[in-house]
């Protein structure tokens, strides 16, 4: 079964900022013209591949059901994987629950 939610890996600055802006983008956003996420069991691999080391960072609990932006399932062919990818700016309501990591 599909779940609801995917999730997306940013800092507690960006976050806090885009709750200030009304919405979010990452950066690199400009460059990559989309938001990566996961499901909730690749999180682990892309903290692993992406944020070793890293501090300060959350784990953004987003409602699919509640994207403003288009939400398209591509295929990371290094891993041979389908990842979540938000085609525009994150709306700041489908974020359902902000966790700590």
Request: with cysteine; hydrophobic share 40%.
């Amino acid at each position: 079964m599909e779940s609801e939610y995917i999730y997306h890996v940013t800092t507690q600055t960006e976050w806090e900022q885009a709750k200030i802006a009304g919405d979010y983008t990452p950066v690199g956003f400009d460059k990559e013209g989309f938001i990566h996420c996961s499901n909730e069991g690749q999180v682990p691999g892309v903290l692993d591949r992406f944020y070793k080391g890293k501090t300060g960072l959350v784990k953004l609990k987003i409602e699919k059901a509640k994207l403003a932006r288009p939400l398209l399932f591509e295929l990371a062919a290094d891993l041979d994987e389908l990842f979540p990818h938000i085609y525009g700016a994150l709306n700041i309501d489908s974020v359902v629950e902000v966790s700590v990591i």
